[in-house]
């Protein structure tokens, strides 16, 4: 079975600062991984995706992430920290013929002014 | 391009009463359809996904049940509600390929009182 760790539910950063969200994976066999941002009461919205090509995935609103098999990790980054980044984020796995995600329990960032 | 509908947006039921949230998909043809729940503080939740009209599997026995009368339409459905039963309800589609990213609709407040 495939899974993925979130830790730390809630995530301090100061305005300005570099956002760090950690992922970590189990899967078998080569996984497929995303992130999500979740707005207050608003469904999720993916952020960027990684399906085997380059590892390091540019997403939308300059958040990047590194896939790094070595280390099962899909980490997620922002240089730069904007008030309107406070918001849920999740990691989520897939692979080849699975039609299901599975979900991380949910960063919750709050953006320091 | 592909929207995804979900109504109501918020629902105050009885305990004790019946339930029906519609989610319709446009733009796209044969998809996948997943329900999930988030309950506060517990993540998401998948509760049904189908791959085709009339296919549904269910990933926790419960009160509810979900059907897909078209192509591009799930229903979650309950005959009783319970109070345990409140929460953000989540419709998503995906398309049939190997990539399987999720594309998530607005959502359902449900509150069970």
């Known amino acids: 079975a495939q899974s993925v760790t979130q830790l730390g539910s809630h995530v301090s950063v100061s305005e300005g600062a570099l956002v760090l969200l950690r992922c970590n994976y189990s899967s078998s066999v080569p996984p497929y991984l995303f992130w999500y941002v979740q707005y207050p009461n608003q469904g999720l919205q993916l952020l960027l995706k990684?399906?085997?090509?380059?590892?390091l995935v540019k997403g939308i609103n300059d958040f990047e992430a590194e896939f790094k098999k070595s280390e099962t990790s899909f980490h997620l980054t922002k240089p730069s920290a904007h008030m309107s980044d406070a918001a849920e984020y999740f990691c989520a796995v897939s692979s080849y013929g699975n039609n299901r995600l599975a979900f991380g329990k949910g960063n919750q960032v709050v953006v320091i002014p | 391009s592909q929207t995804i509908h979900q109504w109501p947006a918020t629902l105050v039921q009885p305990v004790g009463s019946p339930l029906s949230l519609e989610c319709t998909v446009e733009g796209t043809s044969n998809p996948n359809l997943y329900w999930y729940r988030q309950a506060a503080g517990r993540g998401l939740q998948l509760l049904f996904y189908?791959?085709?009209?009339?296919?549904i599997s269910s990933e926790v026995p419960q009160n509810l049940s979900a059907s897909r009368p078209q192509d591009r339409q799930f229903i979650l459905s309950s005959k009783k509600l319970l109070l345990s039963d409140s929460g953000f309800y989540l419709c998503?589609?995906?398309?049939?390929?190997?990539?399987?990213?999720?594309?998530f609709g607005p959502g359902t407040r449900l509150t069970v009182t």
């Open positions: 189908s791959v085709g009209i009339g296919q």
């Open positions: 990684y399906t085997s090509a380059a590892t």
């Open positions: 998503a589609w995906s398309v049939s390929d190997y990539t399987y990213e999720q594309y």
